[in-house]
């Protein structure tokens, strides 16, 4: 009954932002790493950002560093991705998946387009 439901995708203007949420259900969030991915199309799956269990540590892909900001909520069992200046290389689907879990959300398109 693992169930990872994202939100917050969309359409933006380059520049714009937008705040991507996952919710999770059906494991014990507090103790699982999250990670947020994207994939492009025609290209492969990138890892965008990672989260560990307290969040206290995050790491991210140089392409985003400075521009994206991971997080969570574990009182909320939540984990969010703040996307700031966006760009259009940026377009993708977005997938948040809970780490040695094994398990994906269904995706959400960002598409940066003026």
């Known amino acids: 009954q693992v169930q990872l439901v994202e939100s917050g995708g969309g359409l933006v203007q380059p520049g714009g932002s937008l705040r991507l949420s996952c919710a999770a259900s059906g494991f014990t969030f507090s103790n699982t790493d999250m990670r947020w991915y994207r994939q492009a199309p025609g290209k492969e799956r990138e890892l965008v950002a990672t989260i560990t269990s307290t969040g206290r540590r995050t790491n991210y892909a140089d392409s985003v560093k400075g521009r994206f900001t991971i997080s969570r909520d574990n009182a909320k069992n939540t984990v969010y991705l703040q996307m700031n200046s966006l760009k259009p290389e940026d377009t993708a689907v977005y997938y948040c998946?809970?780490?040695?879990?094994?398990?994906w959300g269904q995706g959400t398109q960002v598409t940066v387009s003026s």
């Open positions: 998946y809970a780490f040695l879990i094994g398990y």
